[in-house]
């Protein structure tokens, strides 16, 4: 029997982490579910994952974190989800600098800093596999949703330029790119919107009171959404394919964002988005 394969995966308290770290451990991968907060790890622990404590707006976590897990592997690890993510909605005119800065220390600069500390332990070893959570909105742009656009584009871009410079490292660096997923990430935005974004008085105030009928809004589904199980499907295929697709799509509205960003001119889609 083959040594069991050990993977860490990020921002695991719901949505796309949480499925994914359980549907990988009954496929037999060693899952190593990391967390934010820590009450959310003991929650985990409590369902039989290790979980170790990793917040990308936090260096020192990112640290201890990773090395919490190689410590115990006996220094390997097999391969990396950088998922954890958040949004802050609302129109780029109305945004904060520092809602940028903060943003894009979660969403693009922590999970640098932790790929590139496994990196050295994946060089070691001389293999291994990082798979970067972007999105439909790394792919194209949706209006309302600036920062998060942002922060996509240039994890996509970052994740990229590494595919390129690991070339016959041993290590695949891989883009998993879902458009609607079931997940907690507009309810978690609202704390970052009311906290960064100031509509009375803005340009378009009137306009934020259909945005805040979408965020407030509970159950119900959005137009092509699927489990997390849909992208555990293609996460599995960029772990044990031999050769590994550079990016892997999921749900409808992916494929089509990239058909729309490949053939038409932008003025085009630009009309196509703005009326969708």
């Known amino acids: 029997m083959s040594e069991q394969k050990s993977i860490l995966i990020t921002g695991c308290s719901s949505g796309i982490g949480y499925?994914?770290?359980?549907?990988?451990?009954?496929?037999?991968?060693?899952?190593?579910?990391?967390?934010r907060k820590a009450e959310d790890c003991a929650r985990l622990e409590h369902e039989g994952f290790e979980s170790p404590l990793i917040d990308y707006a936090d260096a020192a976590t990112i640290e201890a974190g990773l090395n919490e897990v190689i410590e115990a592997t006996d220094?390997?690890?097999?391969?990396?989800?950088?998922?954890?993510?958040?949004?802050i909605p609302g129109l780029v005119e109305?945004?904060?600098?520092?809602?940028?800065?903060?943003?894009?220390?979660?969403?693009?600069f922590g999970q640098h800093e932790l790929t590139r500390r496994a990196i050295r332990v994946m060089r070691?070893?001389?293999?291994?596999?990082?798979?970067?959570?972007?999105?439909?909105?790394?792919?194209v742009a949706l209006p309302w949703r600036g920062a998060y656009n942002a922060t996509k584009f240039a994890l996509t871009g970052l994740t990229e330029t590494l595919?390129?410079?690991?070339?016959?490292?041993?290590?695949?660096?891989?883009?998993?790119?879902?458009?609607?997923?079931?997940?907690?990430?507009?309810?978690?935005s609202i704390p970052h919107f009311e906290r960064w974004v100031k509509t009375d008085g803005t340009a378009r105030e009137a306009d934020y009171a259909r945005?805040?009928?979408?965020?407030?809004?509970?159950?119900?589904?959005?137009?092509?959404?699927?489990?997390?199980?849909?992208?555990t499907k293609k996460v599995l295929h960029a772990l044990t394919a031999a050769r590994p697709r550079p990016r892997y799509f999921v749900t409808t509205p992916t494929y089509f964002a990239e058909t729309l960003r490949r053939l038409l001119p932008t003025r085009w889609r630009d009309r196509i988005i703005l009326k969708s």
């Open 211 to 231: 945005l805040r009928g979408r965020l407030y809004k509970t159950g119900g589904k959005d137009n092509f959404e699927l489990p997390p199980s849909a992208v």
């Open 124 to 139: 070691a070893q001389g293999h291994g596999r990082i798979l970067n959570n972007s999105s439909v909105l790394g792919i």
């Open 19 to 35: 499925g994914v770290a359980h549907d990988l451990r009954a496929e037999g991968w060693r899952v190593f579910a990391s967390c």
């Open 163 to 188: 595919r390129l410079e690991m070339e016959g490292s041993g290590i695949h660096i891989i883009l998993i790119e879902p458009g609607p997923v079931t997940s907690d990430i507009r309810k978690n």
């Open 75 to 87: 220094g390997t690890l097999d391969a990396l989800f950088n998922n954890g993510a958040f949004a």
């Open 94 to 108: 109305d945004l904060p600098t520092e809602a940028l800065r903060e943003i894009f220390e979660t969403n693009v």
